[in-house]
């Protein structure tokens, strides 16, 4: 049974830094390309940074790029996204994934952040 654990979520002031991480479980973690995904009130789900098999490569949107850093370790079945500089528009429910080359395939239950004064 595939399962996520997602923690790290919260409440955090502009500029401010927030870490999540999300624990696998039930599937071979080290063989699926892991993703956070974000979706704020009546807006799409959109991807927010990605990480290969090994974590030798990612990628991010530009919206996020140089504030945002995702990373994985294999030996914990967990991948993590530090997230720095944080704005208002930052704030959603942000979603761990497990996939291949085509898309997710198995979603986390996702954990809300917030950013506001």
């Known amino acids: 049974q595939v399962q996520f654990v997602e923690s790290g979520g919260g409440l955090v002031q502009p500029g401010g830094s927030l870490r999540l991480s999300c624990a696998a479980s039930?599937?071979?973690?080290?063989?699926?390309?892991m993703s956070w995904y974000r979706q704020a009130p009546g807006k799409e789900r959109e991807l927010v940074a990605g990480?290969?098999?090994?974590?030798?490569?990612?990628n991010y949107p530009d919206s996020v790029k140089g504030r945002f850093t995702i990373s994985r370790d294999n030996t914990k079945n967990t991948v993590y996204l530090q997230m720095n500089s944080l704005k208002p528009e930052d704030t959603a429910v942000y979603y761990c994934?497990?996939?291949?080359?085509?898309?997710?395939?198995?979603w986390g239950q996702g954990t809300q952040v917030t950013v506001s004064s």
């Open positions: 990480i290969a098999f090994t974590g030798t490569s990612t």
């Open positions: 039930g599937f071979t973690f080290s063989r699926y390309v």
């Open positions: 994934s497990a996939g291949d080359q085509w898309g997710p395939i198995y």
